[in-house]
Structure formats: structure tokens, C-alpha cells
């Protein structure tokens, strides 16, 4: 049950597109179309995530359309497009296994410029 | 709407145990699988456990199995986590999540210290 890889930090300008990838095996990402990513404001006790892409490429309602998600391989992508200082955020995948179990990414913290 | 509230952290001694409850309103609770997730301090996502709808069914991290046993009662419409043979390591906020398309929903966490 590793941990999904995602690049520790990643940053943008506003008005820039930004694309996170979340890598795994074909176990977890590359067997299932189970991929999910959240977005968390703030990493201290009482921020709850927020689902913000599941199955790979679907939008929860009430989820900006700059969000999107893609999957080739064993590697999963979120993109935001039109980056604004409120996307400033923590996000994680997360993947179902062949184990039955669920697996999270390390988590990526995006820096709005 | 949703809401799902977490109960029961608290500090505890390694070695010891702890019981965490997670109070659900706002949809069928009986309908739904539902997670524990935990955060670290400053630390990332790790998925705990899972239980689907009826209880019949349950899932653990290979961290904790052995050690935690989740449960759900439909009629309170409460999730639980016992968390036995608590280690340092196991400190965190644990989250209950509700499980439709993805992690839909999420409690504010409740936090978990274990030390001496």
C-alpha cells in the first residue's frame, strides 16, 4: 500500500494552467477508473478536504469548470486552468486497489504567484 | 444537507485504546460506504477503513489491521472506529468521510494524540 506519487509543490501565476500528476501501478491508477483528487486550504486540524474531480474525469456540481482530470497509464492528472488565488490549496489523489483497499497521494501543495 | 461529525479523540497512552464515533445526518446513512481517513500533523492523506453499508463488509490499511475495527450502526446512523494497541505513529486527525463517487463527504476531524 505505497502512497500514489504527486510532486511535492508545484506554483503558477493567475491566468495560468497548471497540470498535477499522481503516478501509481497498474494495481491502483492503471486498473481502475477510481480516481479522485480533493483540494485542502488549509493542513491543520479542522480543514476538511473537498472532492473536487472523481472517476478520473467527472466534476462534482458546484465545482469550478477550471477543474478537470485525465488519466493515461498508470498516471493520473488534475489541471486547473485560470489559476486564481483561491486555488491556492493542498491536492491529493487517491486511487481504489486491487486490494480492496484505497490509496491517497503525498499530496501537492499549489503556490498561486 | 450533509454533515458528519467526529467524537472521541483525545490523548492517550501508547499501548491504550480509544473509540471514535462519527454522527451522520442529512442523507440515508444506510445506503452509503463509509471511510476513515486520518492527517498527520502537517502531514498528508492516509486512508484507514472502510465499511460498506450494512456492516457486512470491511477493508483496512495493513497499518492498522489488527489493531483498529470499524462498525457502523444503521439505526443511530453512527460510524465507529476502535482503535486498540494505540502507537505514537497513530497520531492524527481522523476524518469520516462518506463514500458516493468519491470521498463526497468529510467530517472536521476529530484529533488523536497518542504519547506518554
Known amino acids: 500500500q505505497s502512497a500514489l506519487t504527486q510532486p511535492a509543490s508545484m506554483s503558477g501565476s493567475p491566468g495560468q494552467s497548471i497540470t498535477i500528476s499522481c503516478t501509481g501501478t497498474?494495481?491502483?491508477?492503471?486498473?481502475?477508473?477510481?480516481v479522485s483528487w480533493y483540494q485542502q486550504h488549509q493542513q491543520h486540524p479542522g480543514k476538511a478536504p473537498k472532492l473536487v474531480i472523481y472517476e478520473v474525469t467527472n466534476r462534482p456540481s458546484g465545482v469550478s469548470y477550471r477543474f478537470s482530470g485525465s488519466k493515461s497509464g498508470n498516471t493520473a492528472s488534475l489541471t486547473i486552468s485560470g489559476l486564481q488565488a483561491e486555488d491556492e490549496a493542498d491536492y491529493y489523489c487517491s486511487s481504489y486497489t486491487s486490494s480492496s483497499t484505497w490509496v491517497f497521494g503525498g499530496g501537492t501543495k499549489l503556490t498561486v504567484l | 444537507e450533509v454533515q458528519l461529525v467526529e467524537s472521541g479523540g483525545g490523548l492517550v497512552q501508547p499501548g491504550g485504546s480509544l473509540r471514535l464515533s462519527c454522527a451522520a445526518s442529512g442523507f440515508t446513512f444506510s445506503s452509503n460506504w463509509m471511510h476513515w481517513v486520518r492527517q498527520a500533523p502537517g502531514k498528508g492523506l492516509v486512508w484507514v477503513s472502510r465499511?460498506?453499508?450494512?456492516?457486512?463488509?470491511?477493508n483496512y490499511a495493513d497499518s492498522v489491521k489488527g489493531r483498529f475495527t470499524i462498525s457502523r450502526d444503521n439505526a443511530k446512523n453512527t460510524l465507529y472506529l476502535q482503535m486498540n494497541s494505540l502507537r505514537a505513529e497513530d497520531t492524527a486527525v481522523y476524518y469520516c468521510?462518506?463514500?458516493?463517487?468519491?470521498?463526497?463527504?468529510w467530517g472536521q476531524g476529530t484529533l488523536v494524540t497518542v504519547s506518554s
Open positions: 468521510a462518506r463514500a458516493y463517487r468519491g470521498f463526497d463527504d
Open positions: 465499511i460498506n453499508s450494512d456492516g457486512s463488509t470491511t
Open positions: 497498474s494495481s491502483d491508477v492503471g486498473g481502475y477508473n477510481y
